[in-house]
């Protein structure tokens, strides 16, 4: 078994992407990223720690609830749950952040990086929240 372990030993076996899928990398939302964002029910939230330790947090509501600020800024709701709050702790410590938006069986999912912020401000959780299901703090994700 050969090791992986070079960007020119992994491109001989994977081989070069194609260029309609690098054409989809972008640095902002564009109309089919936003639509996915608004129409997606589900994602992972991953963070990295100060440390360098991984995170990953799943993250879901009704279509919608990550909101879409801009083009490049979105709002994710922190819902009620077991507290452990390693994601918002790695946030705070590093602000690192990767998301992946999933819709089962449809095979397609939307990739997201960038930094986050934690936000306690009650204008944000009043939009994020719903009556059922409160938004404790607001997720600011540039």
């Given at each position: 078994?050969?090791?992986?372990?070079?960007?020119?030993?992994?491109?001989?076996?994977?081989?070069?992407?194609?260029?309609?899928?690098?054409a989809k990398v972008l640095d902002r939302l564009d109309d089919q990223a936003s639509d996915f964002v608004r129409t997606s029910a589900f994602c992972v939230l991953s963070t990295v720690s100060a440390d360098g330790t991984v995170e990953a947090s799943p993250k879901g509501d009704e279509p919608g609830f990550v909101r879409i600020e801009d083009e490049r800024t979105l709002l994710m709701p922190e819902r009620p749950g077991n507290n452990l709050a390693f994601g918002l702790q790695n946030i705070i410590a590093t602000g690192k952040v990767g998301l992946i938006f999933l819709k089962p069986r449809t095979g397609e999912t939307l990739r997201i990086g960038g930094r986050a912020e934690i936000f306690d401000d009650a204008a944000l959780r009043e939009k994020l929240g719903t009556p059922e299901r409160p938004a404790l703090l607001a997720i600011r994700i540039h």
């Open positions: 078994m050969a090791k992986v372990d070079s960007l020119e030993s992994l491109r001989a076996v994977l081989g070069q992407p194609r260029e309609a899928t690098k």
